[in-house]
């Protein structure tokens, strides 16, 4: 599996990932690669800022082989759409508004976007209540 950054032609940033480079030339090639916030299938790699680019050996946690992996993946789409559909899309500023929220210097309400490991770290450490949102790999069999 190969993790992209990528980028729709509304400036969404998303990882996306892929069994192989071919495999996400390909699926974009047949506009099957579409951005989870805009649903745009204008979508390109992202050039990585050096200072959130992630080394190659940054590991993930991943499973394989439930009885119920089906149902489980389709769970955790369920989960991401209702997010993404009904939550304020922040982008880069999420932690800062999540904290802001958590501290009362905001409206309640859902958001969602990316932060970086340390901000995660930082929000967790200020006690702020978040998840994390899953980016499953394209359905291929
Ligand atoms: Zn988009």
Known sequence: MITFALLCDNQH???AWFRSAEAFDEQLARGIVSCP????????????????A???SDKVTVSSGHPQQAEIRELLRAM??????EADYVGDR???????????????RGIYGEATRDEVAGLIDDGVDFLPLPNLPDEHN
Do not use: N, T, Y
């Open 37 to 52: 916030v805009c649903a745009s299938i204008k979508v390109e790699k992202a050039l990585m800022a050096p200072a959130v």
């Open 54 to 56: 992630r080394s190659g």
């Open 94 to 108: 999420f932690a800062e508004e999540a904290r802001k929220i958590h501290f009362r210097e905001a409206d309640a």
């Open 13 to 15: 940033r998303f990882d």
């Open 80 to 85: 991401r759409r209702k997010v993404v559909s």
